[in-house]
């Protein structure tokens, strides 16, 4: 591409901070910013990435549609909500007004397993608009290219299991209450593990009729099964509350955790295929306590077995580098909803980001 990417954020929150500034020091022009909280519209998005004030102000999300149709940009990058249904609507004003987009929405990174008919929706309107569709992050890269790489160094393969933990605190009010933070257990119980012995089947139909909230394991599964080339045979989900044994203050709920009430959850995902490899995930995202830090583990099983620890990830940060050095690649992608297992491996971006994009 003979000029800067435009990039536009539709979502200012926590994330945003890394987001937007990474953006422009990566050589790409950040031309517009979104949110629907109105204490955010009308600040220079400095305020929300520190150093000196860049005369871009933050609209009204309210504003979205008819300021791409003026900003023309080339991508638009999405953190707001963790479902695509959540952000269904942000991606069909992208696609509508031929802008490509990203989005840090955890459900995005593989859609395909749980919101199927609605993924397919967006990806008959991305086709029809000549745009590309996808979602990023950390899990792109620490559960995903990072697992099927080492997977490639094995010769034989029985057996992946990954344990991962990050602080809901750091990601916004909406991941920390859907990891139920804050519940008594007997709450966590009734709105969550009550669906924990449902089997394979069972589970698709209750995540179908929006019963049971998969979890973002269910997603990466699904991820590595494409990647690999695995067919899937069952796939189960556990979720058990995480609990610590005095309060904890959680700025991003607003209030006290109980000792003994769920700070967050472990999900349990367990994926039997026809090719007789297991993948078992855990993923641990509730209110930290002092003692506690983020943690990455994946073992494989097999000839020969290998154990790769990430110790203290800082996972906001890498979710914010990884989705942003996606961006040529998801503009060089073919139009559609493109899941990354079907995009090549991220790369370290050295020269400005548009002398990246090959194709358009």
Request: glycine fraction near 8%; charged fraction near 25%; include cysteine.
């Amino acid at each position: 591409m003979d000029r800067k990417i435009k990039v536009v954020q539709f979502g200012c929150g926590k994330m945003s901070k890394y987001l937007m500034r990474y953006v422009q020091e990566k050589g790409a022009e950040l031309v517009g910013a979104f949110d629907m909280n109105p204490a955010l519209v009308g600040k220079d998005v400095s305020e929300i990435t520190g150093g000196a004030e860049t005369g871009i102000k933050i609209q009204s999300a309210a504003d979205f549609d008819s300021a791409l149709k003026e900003l023309k940009p080339d991508v638009c990058v999405v953190a707001t909500r963790s479902t695509v249904e959540e952000i269904s609507d942000a991606f069909r004003t992208c696609a509508k007004n031929s802008v490509n987009a990203i989005s840090t929405c955890e459900e995005a990174i593989y859609p395909w397993n749980s919101s199927a008919e609605l993924t397919a929706e967006l990806d008959k309107l991305a086709k029809d608009h000549n745009v590309t569709l996808s979602g990023s992050g950390y899990p792109d890269m620490y559960w995903g290219v990072m697992v099927d790489t080492i997977a490639g160094s094995l010769h034989t393969l029985n057996k992946i299991k990954g344990v991962s933990s990050y602080n809901v605190e750091d990601y916004g009010i909406a991941l920390a209450e859907g990891h139920g933070a804050g519940l008594s257990i007997e709450e966590f119980e009734n709105q969550i593990g009550q669906y924990n012995d449902l089997g394979y089947e069972e589970t698709l139909e209750a995540i179908n009729e929006g019963k049971v909230v998969p979890s973002y394991m269910w997603n990466q599964n699904g991820w590595l099964c494409d990647r690999f080339g695995l067919t899937i045979k069952s796939q189960t989900q556990k979720c058990v509350p995480v609990t610590h044994p005095g309060d904890l203050e959680s700025s991003t709920l607003g209030l006290t955790v109980k000792a003994g009430y769920a700070t967050g959850m472990e999900a349990i995902v367990t994926t039997e295929t026809e090719e007789g490899i297991t993948i078992e995930t855990h993923n641990l995202g509730y209110v930290y306590g002092p003692e506690d830090f983020d943690m990455n583990t994946w073992t494989f099983e097999g000839e020969p077995d290998v154990e790769v620890v990430v110790d203290k990830p800082d996972t906001v940060k890498l979710t914010c580098a990884n989705l942003i050095n996606r961006i040529p690649a998801l503009i060089d992608a073919e139009a559609g909803y493109v899941t990354t297992d079907k995009l090549p491996n991220n790369r370290y971006i050295v020269k400005d980001m548009h002398e990246y994009v090959k194709n358009k």
